[in-house]
């Protein structure tokens, strides 16, 4: 038996979209609330994570709308594992 790829096109079934991108913002939230040096993207995220709670925006819009910004976060603190996630992201749910 072939296992069938997951095709975002079809729909969702398989893909766990909303636990990535969860992980994919409590990472973010490590690098805004604790941020291992100085960084811009510290207040951006704050400012940011704070009005996708008040427009009640989920957190997969919210990571897909920012993409290149949590790209630019990661690749600051050279967060490998946190890029490879986010880009299954990028592939398969956005």
């Known amino acids: ?24 913002l409590g990472n973010i ?3 805004t609330n604790n941020p291992p040096h100085n960084s811009p993207w510290s207040e951006y995220f704050q400012a940011k994570c704070g009005e996708r709670l008040s427009i009640g925006q989920d957190e997969l819009h919210f990571i897909c709308s920012q993409m290149n ?9 050279e967060d490998t594992e946190a890029l490879n996630l986010l880009e299954q992201i990028e592939e398969e749910c956005c």
């Open 1 to 24: 038996m072939t296992q069938q790829k997951p095709d975002r096109y079809v729909n969702f079934q398989g893909i766990d979209c909303d636990g990535r991108a969860r992980r994919i």
């Open 29 to 31: 939230e490590k690098y």
């Open 69 to 77: 910004n949590v790209y630019s976060l990661f690749e600051e603190y």
